[in-house]
């Protein structure tokens, strides 16, 4: 079968590869109808997450048909349209029965690793290095999935293929950095970034009852699709005065909720987005951590800030004075999906929650290469590339 | 666009320092060191004690270690289940180099036997082309160590 491929840093190949079998009794096989890049994939492209290895399969945000189960697979069967949460859960640890499933205990085949970066492993993630286990990744024609059981959902007719493939990881991470964020009605909230998952963050809080979201992003088509589409108020940063014109816009107090959604490659126009590429380049920083900056800076006093961008090693010149005297409440986490997606899938459905749109560019597999070109360069607008293999 | 040369730099500077951290006993259980024998490897498994130890009988992984190793349960507090704990018999000459990592292995092992009647693999699967550069061969071999390292 097709499938691409991660070569090098900055390399994608779309190869032939073996067809995948059932390995486990919870296993099932899943045709994949589409899978999407994501705006952490370009970090794994660029060589920020350790433990790539060339010749991984990328790709864990995606949907399609489960067209083989294991002896062990009771609620799905062959047949099933179904959209498949990005990270694993073995349905049965502490962790995933305390809706934590990202972080469950038994489905990383590499605990290792996880536990020498961070202390302890996560869960198993599909296409994303050998620190989530290694899983050959969605893009591509075929994949395997482990406790099909647990993390594949049946998507609601009348839901395209379209909306429903990001309900596999866009839409729950940005419900969970509202939800786990303590959004409440009559919040004022911020989120920093309006890719896939800030947009889908903004929605969450708004249908959480936030009476003010502000999305920030320098990039005008995506912050057009903001004020259009989802309904938030945009801040261009480019424009500069971002602290000062948060304060301005919530009565001078900051927001109530700061959420992060943009990750380890942030770009600034500050002076130490330039002090973070010198010190990247010079290995004594591995990851760029300037919108979590300001989003701290920026949060109100007694506020909370949630980091959904994805980090991977080390940061420097964290601003921990300001969580501790701001007295701020700080979550991060992958996304715990599987307590999500069947809720988010109902709202997709009522039109509570659009998708579609972030769809910008769907293109057969064989294009995927020149697709996560132009997701990483923002040409023509691109919002996602979407692959149909 | 990414700088490439920055970009290999932080890449070849991190899967370094994973073969760094994963490769040392961080743990400090590796064999000499101080404590060696005494340290208790611990995993919590989300099941009452009459279900972890059957019997008095130890799950298969571990089994296989039974001449070498002690082992113990207790309650995990907060209703979370059992603390299946397994800790090297100062033996002489009879845990050769690796007890402490064949320890990991079986309590990790046993875990996910007994939570989900399963062990959690990738292989084989599908994957492109592996060429053997030094870098891929790291990750190779930092990977196949990995469920016998960490600090557990």
Sequence with gaps: MKALCWTGINKLTVENVDEPTILNPSDAIVKVTLSASCGSDLHLLGGYVPGMRAGDILGHEFMGEIVAVGSGVQQRQVGDRVVVCSFLSCGSCWYCLNDLTSLCDNTNPHPGLGEGLFGASTGGCFGYSQITGGFAGSHAEYIRVPHIDTGAFLIPDGVTDEQAVFASDAVPTGWMGADLGGVKPGDVVAVWGAGGVGQMAARAAMLLGAEKVIVIDRLPERLEQVRTVIGAETLDYSDGHVMAELRERTGGRGPDVAIEAVGMEAHSERPDYLYDKVKTALKLETDRPTAVREAIMAARKGGSVFVLGVFGGFVDKFPLGAVMNKGLTLRSGQQHGHRYIPMLLERIAAGEIETGHLATHVMPLAEAPRGYEMFKTKEDGCVRAVFRP | ?152
């Design chain 2, 1 to 152: 666009m990414v700088n490439k040369t920055a970009a290999g730099i932080v890449a070849g500077g991190a899967v370094a320092a994973i073969a760094a951290v994963v490769i040392r006993r961080t743990a400090g259980g590796g064999q000499g060191s101080p404590g060696h024998g005494a340290r208790w490897r611990v995993v919590t498994i989300n099941l009452e004690a009459a279900d972890v130890l059957p019997g008095g009988i130890l799950p298969p992984p571990l089994a296989e270690l039974e001449e070498l190793i002690e082992v113990r349960t207790s309650p995990a507090p907060g209703g979370r289940g059992t603390e299946l704990a397994a800790r090297a018999l100062p033996l002489p000459d009879a845990s050769g180099d690796d007890l402490p990592g064949l320890i990991r292995r079986a309590l990790r092992e046993s875990k996910q036997l007994l939570e989900t009647g399963e062990l959690p693999t990738n292989e084989p699967q599908p994957e492109g082309h592996r060429p053997k550069t030094p870098a891929g061969l790291l990750v190779d071999a930092v990977t196949r160590r990995s469920p016998e390292e960490g600090v557990l």
